[in-house]
């Protein structure tokens, strides 16, 4: 089992703990996500919250309609800049429409920053994924983005890039939890240094918060089964953004720091696989 080693230095604590990805930016493990956060001064209330209660990372998406919200809660919170991880990553229609290099430039100024710290492709757009990677690569270049990276690619999506371009993805996002643990594609990614981030690690907040299973791991460690999905996902190497707009879940969520699995319980999590998917096929998706 890879084993989740924080390998920043300086900020080693907790929610600070980072990842260093492969072009060596760090990167915190645990963040927040704020999808279906529709309102942009909700975002802000919710993002300035978590800054408060130690989250490091933030996961936007131009999709989500809430970047200026995100923006203005890092601009405002008192941290400097480099202490909080944002990410955003380009929709469909622009890549469908060779409009990357445009969403980019109107991502950032909804963010109102003079950089981001992660952009993503956020789906494999047959056709268009060179073209829209090449755009990402330049402002990789240029420095208005620290690290570039892909969501919801296949090993052919990133062949692709292999294939065609200079860079290569330093992160890939993708659903990931016990119910949908896509061993073949992690393994893949790890194996060109791209680090696999876990969206939807609550299935959306669905049925597995209640798996009985998780449940009674969760109860002999006198922990919830979100802590104890949070703790399996970090502890398998991945990175994740679980979404809450509940100050309270923002604090249990985050707490997973003084608790390890046991080899035998993170056995028993790995037996939950079952391919279940909450969100789009990157095979089959029509969005
Ligand atoms: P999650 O799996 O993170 O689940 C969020 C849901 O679970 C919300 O309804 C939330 O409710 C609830 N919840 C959170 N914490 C707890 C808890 N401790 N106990 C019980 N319920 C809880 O869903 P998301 O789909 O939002 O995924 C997380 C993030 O991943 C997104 O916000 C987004 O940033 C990213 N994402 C990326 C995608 C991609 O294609 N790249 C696709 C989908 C998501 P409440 O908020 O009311 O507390």
Redesign the pocket.
């Known amino acids: 089992m890879e084993r989740f080693e924080g390998t920043c230095e300086t900020r080693e604590e907790g929610l600070s703990r980072c990842v260093t990805l492969s072009n060596g930016v760090e990167m915190p493990w645990l963040g927040?996500?704020?999808?279906?956060?529709d309102d942009n001064d909700l975002t802000e209330t919710i993002v300035r919250q978590a800054i408060e209660r130690g989250y490091r990372s933030i996961?936007?998406?131009a999709l989500?309609g809430n970047e200026r919200g995100v923006g203005a809660a890092i601009r405002t919170c008192g941290l400097p800049r480099e202490q909080v991880f944002v990410?955003s990553?380009v929709w469909n229609t622009e890549m469908r429409s060779d409009r990357v290099e445009q969403a980019f430039e109107e991502s950032m100024k909804r963010l109102g920053l003079d950089y981001v710290d992660l952009f993503?492709l956020?789906?494999p757009i047959e056709g268009k994924i060179v073209a829209s990677w090449t755009a990402l690569e330049r402002f990789y270049r240029e420095g208005r983005i620290r690290a570039i990276g892909v969501?919801?690619f296949l090993p052919r999506h990133l062949e692709e890039i292999e294939t065609n371009c200079d860079e290569m993805p330093v992160v890939n996002?993708?659903?990931y939890?016990p119910y949908l643990q896509s061993l073949d594609l992690k393994r893949y990614c790890e194996e060109r240094s791209i680090r696999v981030e876990?969206?939807?690690?609550?299935?959306?907040?669905?049925g597995i918060?209640r798996d009985p299973t998780l449940s009674e791991i969760a109860e002999s460690y006198q922990k919830?089964?979100?802590?104890v999905i949070v703790r399996w996902i970090l502890q398998t190497g991945v990175a994740?953004?679980?979404?809450?707009?509940?100050a309270s879940?923002m604090v249990?969520?985050s707490d997973v720091f003084d608790f390890e699995l046991s080899d035998s319980d993170m056995r028993r999590i790995a037996d939950l696989e079952r391919g279940m998917r909450?969100?789009?096929d990157p095979n089959n998706f029509d969005f």
């Open positions: 927040l996500g704020v999808f279906e956060v996961d936007t998406a989500y990410t990553k993503l956020h789906w969501s919801n996002q993708i659903e939890h876990a969206w939807s690690p609550f299935m959306h907040g669905g918060l919830s089964v979100a802590q994740t953004i679980p979404k809450t707009q509940t879940r249990e969520n909450w969100g789009g």
